[in-house]
């Protein structure tokens, strides 16, 4: 079974300039999460996904950052215009359901680097 | 969200047990006490979790105090393999928040030979 996957893996951006990440979570996963670590600091949650609608997009640090997941299958991230502090590393996840005893899966990640 | 504190980072030789410490004073009754690990150039990946009883997997053992306030990651073999930065989370099951995984600093464990 294919974990989840992220694209992609680098992607360096003048500032100013749009991207877009893209993850497809493990198959059959309604929930999908995005994380991101940007530098020096700790993981930090920015969305999740049940399906096609937001359930909780609390962590989005302003409207720069657009998440979409249209089917309910794979979530784009798109970051425009992006800023020299985007610079980071984003990971999603995926899980079966939402309850506290459900494991979250990680993919690699998607480096970012905003120059 | 409940918080949680952890060494900044510990040393274990290869083959030997290694248990990781995790305080969490302030944790509620509803609290999921879940591990999670982070590889070198990984995403985080799910170790264990408990509530109250102590657990083990194939990964590893979790020991829960019998107060909660405290919690113990064992590892019981460490291998080069197992070197990673460890994070203990809370996650509340009757809040909105049981979705999302709050990290910390966590550990970084380091294995040598």
């Known amino acids: 079974e294919a974990g989840v996957t992220q694209f992609p893996s680098h992607s360096v951006i003048e500032k100013g300039q749009t991207v877009t990440l893209r993850c497809d979570p493990i198959?059959?996963?309604?929930?999908l999460y995005w994380y991101r670590r940007v530098m020096g600091k700790e993981i930090k949650f920015l969305l999740h996904f049940v399906k096609e609608s937001k359930q909780d997009e609390s962590g989005m640090p302003n409207n720069r950052f657009l998440a979409e997941r249209t089917g309910g299958t794979y979530s784009t991230l798109k970051v425009q215009p992006a800023e020299l502090e985007d610079s980071g590393v984003y990971f999603c996840a995926s899980s079966l359901q939402w309850a506290a005893t459900d494991t979250q899966y990680f993919g690699p990640g998607t480096r970012l680097t905003v120059l | 969200d409940a918080k949680t504190t952890q060494p900044n980072s510990m040393e274990s030789n290869e083959e030997e047990p290694v248990h990781l410490p995790c305080n969490h004073s302030?944790?509620?009754?509803?609290?999921?006490i879940h591990w999670y690990r982070q590889l070198p150039s990984q995403g985080p990946e799910y170790v264990i979790h408990?509530?109250?009883s102590n657990v083990n997997n194939r990964m590893a053992s979790l020991a829960i105090a019998e107060d909660r306030k405290s919690s113990t990651l064992i590892l019981h073999r460490a291998t080069l393999r197992d070197a990673a930065v460890y994070y203990c989370?809370?996650?509340?099951?009757?809040?909105?928040?049981?979705?999302?995984?709050?990290f910390g600093t966590g550990t970084r464990l380091q294995v040598t030979l």
């Open positions: 408990g509530l109250t």
């Open positions: 989370i809370l996650r509340d099951q009757f809040t909105g928040t049981a979705s999302k995984l709050t």
């Open positions: 198959s059959g996963h309604d929930n």
């Open positions: 302030t944790i509620s009754g509803t609290d999921y």
